[in-house]
């Protein structure tokens, strides 16, 4: 059910941000790993219930420095766009368990290489017990 109003509500526009951020960043072929984050992040965006982002912890120190470096080409205006429409979606009282998925996202639209996107069944077995 949240999937479907958020779909129209902000799953939508915020998808096409991380598409568009996704072919302009695949023009370049160092930029191509950014536009592959940046696509699958817009599957994400567009159906984030039921979903969520796990750490790789192998991910080593590249995705360190790629992280940094998609702060300043897409991050920063993509986690603009995520508090901009969760303030919003705030607006309402049904609004506002969007509006804080919404600034969920936040933090993965400024760091989003070392993660995988897994079903939220699937996450309890990845992630290790403490």
């Given at each position: 059910m949240f999937n479907i109003v958020w779909l129209v509500l902000s799953g939508l526009w915020m998808a096409i941000g991380y598409a568009l951020a996704g072919i302009l960043l695949c023009v370049t072929i160092i930029g191509i790993p950014f536009g592959i984050a940046s696509f699958r992040m817009a599957n994400f965006a567009l159906w984030p219930f039921g979903r969520q982002l796990v750490e790789e912890h192998d991910a080593g120190v590249f995705s360190?420095?790629?992280?940094?470096?998609w702060v300043i080409l897409a991050g920063w205006w993509l986690?603009?766009?995520h508090i901009l429409s969760g303030i919003a979606l705030c607006v309402t009282i049904i609004g506002i368990p969007l509006g804080i998925a919404s600034f969920k996202l936040v933090p993965v639209s400024l760091f989003p290489l070392g993660k995988r996107?897994?079903?939220?069944?699937?996450?309890h077995a990845l992630i290790p017990l403490r």
């Open positions: 360190a420095i790629g992280n940094v470096l986690a603009l766009g996107i897994v079903d939220t069944d699937d996450a």
